[in-house]
Structures are given as structure tokens and as C-alpha cells.
Nanobody
């Protein structure tokens, strides 16, 4: 059974940092592409960060320079280091994955991903 489990969320003051983790399991030897998404209260889910097969990354404009995505391919684990957090970063953070037969491209499109974690809550207080 495919499973994505996020962890690392919490409550932090503005300017603080958090590190999110996402452990993927149940995929066997199938290659997956993974990314992080954010859903603020009352808003639609949107892409935050993605990493491709070569390790290149893409970020939403709102988090560039503050967030860093990384991946441990051997463990199928995805990370998101979040620094200089702002109140607008508050919300649920989801890890998402999609199967690929080859190269992982850097897509931040929600509909491109088929598997989702349950989300981890991040609350930034000012």
C-alpha cells in the first residue's frame, strides 16, 4: 500500500524555522517524483517546492530564498527546510508523489500528482 507520511510541522514565531519530512513507502522499486504543497486556510492548495531527478529544484516565488527542498533517493524521503517563516506560511503542508517511467520534471501543478500525504500543520505566529 502506497503511503506518504509527513512530519515536522508545529507552531513557530515569525522568523523561525521548521524542517518537514516526508517518508514514502509502498512504491517498491518504482521511481517516484515528489514535491511539497501548501494549503493556507480558506485557499486552494498550491505548489511550494519540487526537485527533479538531477537534483535541480523549483520554488514558488513566495518561498524563494527561504525554503529548501531536498531528497534522500535511497530512502524515498523528502525534506523541506523552512527558514524566515512568515505568518502567510501558515497552513497545511502536503507531500505529494507521482509515478514516472523516467525523468522527474519540476512541476508544481497539483493535478500532476496522484498520491498525497495527510498533511502536517504549520502555524507561524507574529
Amino acid at each position: 500500500q502506497v503511503q506518504l507520511v509527513e512530519s515536522g510541522g508545529g507552531s513557530v514565531q515569525a522568523g523561525g524555522s521548521l524542517r518537514l519530512s516526508c517518508a514514502a513507502s509502498g512504491y517498491g522499486t518504482v521511481r517516484i517524483c515528489m514535491g511539497w504543497f501548501h494549503q493556507a486556510p480558506g485557499k486552494e492548495r498550491e505548489g511550494v517546492a519540487v526537485i527533479d531527478s538531477a537534483g535541480s529544484t523549483s520554488y514558488a516565488d513566495s518561498v524563494k530564498g527561504r525554503f529548501t527542498i531536498s531528497r534522500d533517493n535511497a530512502e524515498n524521503t523528502l525534506y523541506l527546510q523552512m527558514n524566515s517563516l512568515k505568518a502567510e506560511d501558515t497552513g497545511l503542508y502536503y507531500c505529494a508523489a507521482r509515478l514516472t517511467l523516467g525523468y522527474c520534471t519540476r512541476t508544481l501543478t497539483v493535478s500532476a500528482y496522484s498520491d498525497w500525504g495527510q498533511g502536517t500543520q504549520v502555524t507561524v505566529t507574529s
